[in-house]
């Protein structure tokens, strides 16, 4: 076997490790049966700025020559003001998305010998992947230099099996070509440290490499300062005039792409800049607002107070607003920041679910955490200069935290996992050292066994285990305790590798004080009950039945203008999934989802074609399409009219909700925190953002919902507490109505192939009008056969024509509809309902369209999607669709109403 130091093996090495990266990553982006979302979210933003550049870049000779003259002050008057309207059709290019992506996309196409294009993305996606995959090959040569080729190897295998890097190879965003420009210059700076004299090349090379990744990511500018200040006192070369004159070849290099930048921006703006700002007081101001926790929420904040406020003055006024949820919140970026992979559509790969690929990711941050602090220790034990490097690379993690002060996402920290991975690998390989070694199998396994306590205490729901067993403990005690626990944990990992380092032969007082430092900074961080992981006092159940008794406040008489709905937190609650029952009478009506009647009271748009959409509906719905499902596939607040006998009664509400065992039903409650108090989750306020990016759901998206807390009418003796709740709750509305009328139409299954053996109908000519002045529901019932049991992915589309006052005809199309059928064999009736506002459809209502087919969302993607027990369209007979329209008494904004 040839010697690890010997340049042919890392050759091969590298090599081969590129290989496999590569392999993975065109296998997920071209191979794999998933659904590729080459240009979802941010990515078509780049595309469209791609083929924006197209479009210039085709502009005749006869502009460029008229742009050389302009900036030579040649250009005639009248042909400057013509010229500057052709670049400021750049203007949102250079301020916000930076062209040099955009760039990246076009010449990928133009490699190909293709056009830009939303749908043919081959050759960018390609490119992509080529130079993601160079990176754990970089990665080899980096730690082979800094440290050994058994530590480069084993970086450069994490990185090739690293989730977020093969994801996201396959997504047309920024950071994953950033990430290859940052470790381009990091093997360039490495490189340099060996040579005897000055390269000014490779000075060059680095500055440029530097400057294109700041070009990718402008935040990224704090880590070409980074290399830049160590380049000024680290021996890149023996001589000291020979460091400053590589400083000055260094920026030199990161000025080449930023100068070809700022005259793009002159030409486009007439303000030259040299870094791409992508809303940044915006993001700030939405990162730091602790009451929603860091997330933009709908309904929107008010921006007015920044549009004249620098960033300073933007967090002035946020940490003055409230000193300690300022730093809270901080507390919770960090994980947000760095616990989870970057995968936001929580995409398998093959066989490796999301939940595994957030185990491996976080596998490698504590291997990191361990590196961090044997390497550091060893290399500070030789003294600074020579530790400079590895410093860098810490400095260089460190600057990603700058992300904690805007809106933070997991993707943003994409650029720091090489380096993490770094430290990964000599933190296995020092464990893997340490379980060798008969001297240390003891703290080895301490260290081990107290990892483990920190996972299993952090994942798994010790509170919910401890609370149902012994329920005269009061849950918060036992967050408490399991607090402590964590805490404790965290120091035995500690005190393991204090043991095991004391019995090293390069033991120094540097490794101890680098591990306590990891250990003080990382701990808490695990252990203290953030919001980043979610409500500690919540729990989750399905295949049950759960009763929850709701005592109105004495004296609360319920009149005939009033409405009483049942508000039920759950996911998948549907008649066909759940059998509800209120004071023994059963409700056999669907429930509305809440979430659509906070938008009608703020305008809805209304696009040239006249199709009425939503907002927040409409992003959560692309967010839904994109895992495989739709808005009904929510975890939500579902709403259910209680009937006016049982509301009047003057009764408690005695609510029992059946699971049924082969249904999807999944009903959440609440550990009380203290007597007749519980956090649920919030009613009125939903952020995208949160339940898109958030961490709290390690299996899959987080809730859209903040959490809060409300007080609880007691439904027991007063001197016993209660120590949890269901999240049933009721809500008092007054209407000042009578209960409207219903519209019945029916329709007869329509056997058309162009439908794919599915059902649709059109209920026209309705000849009674509804309530313009409240929302509206339309309860559609489809009857069809199956020959076996087994659920049905369908995809539904139900839409609203009215007609404005102009004559102009409107329609809108709900994404609050099912994804998928829980189907028994034999004849079924299914029934959902979709909720609308007649007002927002014009003036009156002409028809509304309803069509069911096989297939939709949840037949394509493999999060959301199904799996097993799946119906194909020959098992299903349809039979009749009926549509139901009424109006529902609930009066806007919802807020007007009590909660109990």
């Given at each position: 076997?040839?010697?690890?130091?010997?340049?042919?093996?890392?050759?091969?090495?590298?090599?081969?490790?590129?290989?496999i990266?590569?392999?993975?990553?065109?296998?997920?982006?071209?191979?794999?049966?998933?659904?590729?979302?080459?240009n979802a979210?941010?990515?078509?933003?780049?595309?469209?700025?791609?083929?924006e550049?197209?479009?210039?870049?085709?502009k005749?000779?006869s502009?460029?020559?008229?742009?050389?003259?302009?900036l030579?002050?040649?250009?005639?008057p009248?042909?400057?003001a013509?010229?500057?309207?052709?670049?400021?059709?750049?203007e949102?290019?250079?301020?916000?998305?930076?062209?040099?992506?955009?760039?990246?996309?076009?010449?990928?196409?133009?490699?190909?010998?293709d056009?830009?294009?939303?749908?043919?993305?081959?050759?960018?996606?390609?490119?992509?992947?080529?130079?993601?995959?160079?990176?754990?090959?970089?990665?080899?040569?980096?730690?082979?230099?800094?440290?050994?080729?058994?530590?480069?190897?084993?970086?450069?295998?994490?990185?090739?099996?690293?989730?977020?890097?093969?994801?996201?190879?396959?997504?047309?965003?920024t950071?994953?070509?950033?990430?290859?420009?940052?470790?381009?210059?990091?093997?360039?700076?490495?490189?340099?440290?060996?040579q005897?004299?000055?390269?000014?090349?490779?000075?060059?090379?680095?500055?440029?490499?530097?400057?294109?990744?700041?070009?990718?990511?402008?935040?990224?500018?704090?880590?070409?300062?980074?290399?830049?200040?160590?380049?000024?006192?680290?021996?890149?070369?023996?001589?000291?005039?020979?460091?400053l004159?590589y400083?000055?070849?260094?920026?030199?290099?990161?000025?080449?792409?930023?100068?070809?930048f700022?005259?793009?921006?002159?030409?486009?703006?007439g303000?030259?800049?040299?870094?791409?700002?992508?809303?940044?007081?915006?993001?700030?101001?939405?990162?730091?607002?602790?009451?929603?926790?860091?997330?933009?929420?709908?309904?929107?904040?008010?921006f007015?107070?920044m549009?004249?406020?620098?960033?300073?003055?933007?967090?002035k006024?946020?940490?003055?607003?409230?000193?300690?949820?300022?730093?809270?919140?901080l507390?919770?970026?960090?994980?947000?920041?760095?616990?989870?992979?970057?995968?936001?559509?929580?995409t398998?790969?093959?066989?490796?679910?999301?939940?595994?690929?957030?185990?491996?990711h976080?596998?490698?941050?504590?291997?990191?955490?361990i590196?961090i602090?044997?390497?550091?220790?060893?290399?500070?034990?030789?003294?600074?200069?020579?530790?400079?490097?590895?410093?860098?690379l810490?400095?260089?993690i460190?600057?990603?935290?700058?992300?904690?002060?805007?809106?933070?996402?997991?993707?943003?920290?994409l650029?720091?996992?090489?380096i993490?991975?770094?430290?990964?690998?000599?933190?296995?390989?020092?464990?893997y050292?340490?379980?060798?070694?008969?001297?240390?199998?003891?703290?080895?396994?301490?260290?081990?066994?107290s990892?483990l306590?920190?996972?299993?205490?952090t994942?798994v729901?010790?509170?919910?285990?401890?609370?149902?067993?012994l329920?005269?403990?009061?849950?918060?005690?036992?967050?408490?305790?399991?607090?402590?626990?964590?805490?404790?944990?965290?120091?035995?990992?500690?005190?393991a590798?204090?043991?095991?380092?004391?019995q090293?032969?390069?033991k120094?007082?540097?490794?101890?004080?680098?591990?306590?430092?990891?250990?003080?900074?990382?701990?808490?961080?695990?252990?203290?009950?953030?919001?980043?992981?979610g409500?500690?006092?919540?729990?989750?159940?399905?295949?049950?039945?759960?009763?929850?008794?709701?005592?109105l406040?004495?004296?609360?008489?319920?009149?005939?203008?009033?409405?009483?709905?049942?508000m039920?937190?759950?996911?998948?609650?549907?008649?066909a999934?759940?059998?509800?029952?209120?004071?023994?009478?059963?409700l056999?009506?669907?429930?509305?989802p809440?979430?659509?009647?906070?938008?009608?009271?703020?305008?809805?748009?209304?696009?040239?074609?006249g199709?009425?959409?939503y907002?927040l509906?409409?992003?959560?719905?692309?967010i839904?399409?994109?895992?495989?499902?739709?808005?009904?596939?929510?975890?939500?607040?579902?709403?259910?009219?209680?009937p006016?006998?049982?509301?009047?009664?003057?009764?408690?509400?005695?609510?029992?909700?059946e699971?049924?065992?082969?249904?999807?039903?999944?009903?959440?409650?609440?550990y009380?925190?203290k007597?007749?108090?519980?956090?649920v989750?919030?009613?009125?306020?939903?952020?995208?953002?949160?339940?898109?990016?958030g961490?709290?759901?390690?299996?899959?998206l987080?809730?859209?919902?903040?959490?809060?807390?409300?007080?609880?009418?007691?439904?027991?003796?007063?001197?016993?507490?209660?120590?949890?709740?269901?999240?049933?709750?009721?809500?008092y509305?007054?209407?000042?109505?009578?209960?409207?009328?219903?519209?019945?139409?029916?329709?007869?299954?329509i056997?058309?192939?162009?439908?794919?053996?599915?059902?649709?109908?059109?209920?026209?000519?309705?000849?009674?009008?509804?309530?313009?002045?409240?929302?509206?529901?339309?309860?559609?019932?489809?009857?069809?056969?199956s020959?076996?049991?087994?659920?049905?992915?369908v995809?539904i589309?139900?839409a609203?024509?009215?007609?404005?006052?102009?004559?102009?005809?409107?329609?809108?199309?709900?994404?609050?509809?099912?994804?998928?059928?829980?189907?028994?064999?034999?004849?079924?009736?299914?029934?959902?309902?979709v909720p609308?506002?007649p007002?927002?459809?014009?003036?009156?209502?002409?028809?509304?369209?309803a069509?069911?087919?096989?297939?939709?969302?949840?037949?394509?993607?493999?999060?959301?999607?199904?799996r097993?027990?799946?119906?194909?369209?020959?098992?299903?007979?349809?039979?009749?669709?009926?549509?139901?329209?009424?109006?529902?008494?609930?009066?806007?904004?919802?807020?007007?109403?009590?909660?109990?």
């Amino acid at each position: 076997m040839p010697s690890l130091k010997a340049p042919p093996a890392m050759f091969r090495l590298a090599s081969a490790t590129f290989l496999i990266a590569l392999g993975l990553r065109l296998w997920f982006a071209f191979g794999d049966e998933h659904q590729v979302l080459f240009n979802a979210c941010d990515a078509s933003e780049y595309v469209e700025k791609a083929a924006e550049i197209q479009d210039f870049l085709n502009k005749p000779l006869s502009f460029w020559l008229d742009t050389l003259a302009y900036l030579t002050g040649q250009l005639s008057p009248e042909k400057v003001a013509v010229l500057q309207q052709s670049y400021r059709n750049l203007e949102e290019l250079c301020i916000r998305s930076g062209p040099l992506y955009p760039l990246f996309i076009y010449f990928s196409c133009v490699c190909g010998g293709d056009n830009v294009s939303q749908t043919d993305l081959f050759m960018p996606v390609l490119m992509q992947c080529l130079t993601s995959a160079l990176v754990p090959a970089l990665l080899v040569y980096i730690g082979a230099r800094l440290w050994d080729l058994k530590t480069g190897a084993t970086a450069g295998f994490l990185a090739a099996l690293y989730p977020g890097f093969i994801v996201n190879s396959a997504r047309l965003l920024t950071e994953p070509f950033a990430c290859f420009w940052l470790i381009a210059a990091l093997s360039l700076t490495i490189r340099s440290d060996t040579q005897k004299r000055l390269r000014p090349l490779s000075a060059i090379a680095t500055g440029i490499c530097l400057g294109l990744m700041q070009l990718s990511r402008s935040a990224l500018s704090l880590v070409s300062i980074i290399f830049a200040g160590f380049a000024s006192i680290l021996p890149a070369v023996e001589k000291r005039a020979g460091r400053l004159a590589y400083l000055a070849l260094l920026v030199v290099g990161i000025a080449v792409p930023l100068v070809f930048f700022a005259g793009l921006q002159y030409l486009a703006t007439g303000k030259p800049d040299l870094m791409v700002d992508r809303l940044s007081r915006y993001n700030l101001f939405v990162g730091m607002n602790w009451d929603s926790a860091g997330w933009l929420v709908f309904p929107y904040p008010n921006f007015s107070s920044m549009v004249e406020s620098n960033h300073l003055e933007i967090l002035k006024v946020k940490f003055e607003s409230g000193p300690w949820q300022f730093f809270s919140l901080l507390l919770d970026k960090a994980p947000r920041l760095f616990s989870f992979p970057w995968n936001d559509f929580k995409t398998p790969i093959g066989i490796f679910s999301f939940e595994s690929q957030v185990i491996y990711h976080q596998c490698c941050l504590f291997f990191a955490l361990i590196g961090i602090g044997i390497g550091l220790g060893k290399e500070l034990s030789f003294g600074f200069l020579k530790s400079g490097r590895v410093l860098m690379l810490l400095t260089i993690i460190m600057a990603h935290f700058s992300y904690m002060a805007f809106i933070t996402l997991p993707r943003y920290a994409l650029t720091a996992i090489p380096i993490i991975l770094l430290f990964s690998a000599v933190g296995l390989i020092w464990l893997y050292e340490l379980a060798k070694n008969r001297t240390t199998q003891k703290e080895f396994l301490l260290l081990c066994g107290s990892a483990l306590a920190i996972f299993v205490l952090t994942r798994v729901g010790i509170l919910d285990i401890i609370a149902g067993t012994l329920p005269f403990i009061t849950p918060f005690a036992i967050l408490v305790l399991i607090t402590i626990a964590k805490f404790l944990a965290g120091a035995g990992v500690l005190l393991a590798l204090s043991m095991a380092l004391r019995q090293s032969q390069e033991k120094s007082r540097w490794h101890h004080i680098a591990i306590f430092a990891v250990g003080i900074l990382s701990i808490p961080l695990m252990a203290l009950p953030l919001n980043a992981y979610g409500n500690p006092y919540e729990w989750r159940k399905k295949n049950t039945t759960i009763a929850e008794t709701i005592k109105l406040p004495s004296g609360l008489v319920i009149p005939e203008s009033g409405r009483l709905y049942l508000m039920i937190d759950g996911r998948s609650i549907d008649p066909a999934s759940a059998k509800l029952q209120i004071n023994s009478v059963s409700l056999t009506e669907p429930p509305l989802p809440l979430m659509p009647f906070i938008q009608y009271t703020y305008p809805q748009e209304v696009t040239s074609e006249g199709t009425v959409k939503y907002d927040l509906e409409s992003i959560i719905a692309s967010i839904m399409r994109a895992v495989g499902g739709t808005n009904a596939d929510l975890r939500q607040w579902f709403l259910y009219a209680v009937p006016d006998e049982i509301a009047r009664a003057q009764k408690p509400l005695e609510a029992k909700i059946e699971c049924k065992k082969d249904g999807e039903a999944e009903i959440f409650g609440s550990y009380t925190t203290k007597k007749d108090q519980a956090i649920v989750p919030d009613f009125f306020r939903y952020s995208f953002e949160k339940a898109f990016y958030g961490i709290e759901n390690p299996k899959g998206l987080s809730d859209t919902r903040y959490t809060t807390k409300i007080a609880l009418v007691p439904t027991q003796d007063d001197s016993k507490e209660k120590n949890s709740i269901s999240n049933i709750r009721a809500f008092y509305v007054e209407s000042g109505s009578a209960a409207p009328e219903e519209i019945s139409k029916t329709a007869e299954t329509i056997s058309d192939s162009k439908i794919d053996e599915g059902i649709h109908m059109i209920a026209s000519d309705l000849q009674q009008e509804l309530d313009q002045s409240k929302p509206a529901s339309a309860t559609i019932s489809v009857d069809l056969e199956s020959d076996s049991d087994g659920v049905l992915p369908v995809g539904i589309e139900v839409a609203f024509v009215g007609t404005d006052r102009k004559g102009k005809e409107l329609k809108y199309i709900s994404p609050w509809v099912p994804s998928r059928f829980s189907i028994k064999k034999g004849a079924n009736q299914l029934r959902f309902a979709v909720p609308f506002m007649p007002a927002h459809i014009g003036d009156r209502l002409n028809r509304v369209s309803a069509s069911i087919k096989p297939g939709g969302p949840s037949a394509d993607n493999l999060f959301l999607g199904i799996r097993n027990n799946r119906l194909s369209s020959r098992q299903i007979r349809w039979r009749s669709l009926k549509v139901t329209l009424r109006t529902i008494d609930l009066p806007l904004p919802c807020t007007s109403g009590q909660i109990y």
